[in-house]
């Protein structure tokens, strides 16, 4: 739609030039949700799309104390994840696969959102924030002074639309450490028809040589919350008690009790893949 009270619309090709951050500014990457509902706060937009955040690399970083990690720029396209040529080793890209066909939009959406907006955007239903909590993620971010600091994937999202991020900071990419990137993950995704927002989302990510597994409830609740553990000594009856005490969202679109019965469900199918 258009937003008919936006007077500027910046595209800086390097972010140390937007330096007078004030009220009435937003980023503004692919717009798919930014352009789809009326923005009466913002009159000013600043399109990061010019910055060349898109990258998919291996880095290294001094202070990691995570091996090497695999770089995904803020601005990396939904639909980059698709047409990457991972290694085959990378097991773990089958879970970037079901979170993006989670999605309850169309291949035009997948087409121009990025990486950057889904996870900012923090919805409850926020498709890549479990699959990025369940490989132990981390998000740099950039502040006003251009300092960057990390945050852990599963610290970030504290609410439903709210972030750890404070006025002007914004992320600059996504961090996985490349060895979390062979476990074995399975994403699961319910709604009542495709075309809906998703009611409730479970990741399973499983490494078979430290025998962990680690389950992320997501959709279901207002943002994903992670759950550990050792396989060796827990049994499928602990993974299900595990959702006991998480309060799970309560709105017309169901009831909390019917969303715990469905994420019970997707925690069974999805603990069924993963060979438990
Ligand atoms: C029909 C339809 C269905 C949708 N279904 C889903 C769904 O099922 N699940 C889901 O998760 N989303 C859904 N969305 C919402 C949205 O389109 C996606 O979340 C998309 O990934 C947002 O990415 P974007 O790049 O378009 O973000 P934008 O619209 O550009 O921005 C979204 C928000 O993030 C901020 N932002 C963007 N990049 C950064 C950054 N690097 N640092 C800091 N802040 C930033 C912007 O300021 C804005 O507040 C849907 C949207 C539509 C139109």
Redesign the pocket.
Known sequence: MDLHNIDKFLCPTDINKVSDWGEGL???????????EPQPNINTLVD?QSLG?DEIELVNLPDSHQGKLLAIG??C??IKLLQHPWLCEYTAVEGFKGAIS?????LK?VN??????????A?S?????PIMVALDASYE?LNRSRKSRIVAARDFQIGSRQTL?ESG????RVLIPVENMKWQVNYRRFGIVA?D??LAIVVGAYNRFGKKLRLVIGGSVVAPQLLEFDPRVETGLNYMASVDNIDFIEDARGSAVYRREITQVLIRRCLESLGF
Not at 102 to 106: E, G, I, N, Q, R
Not at 169 to 172: A, D, M, W
């Open positions: 937003s980023w503004v990457a692919g717009g798919t949700w930014l352009f789809s990061i955040w803020a601005t396209p939904l989670a999605l309850s939009a169309s959406v121009v959102a990025t990486v950057g907006g889904n996870i900012c955007l919805l239903v926020g498709t890549l924030a971010i991020l900071e914004l992320l600059r075309s927002p998703a």
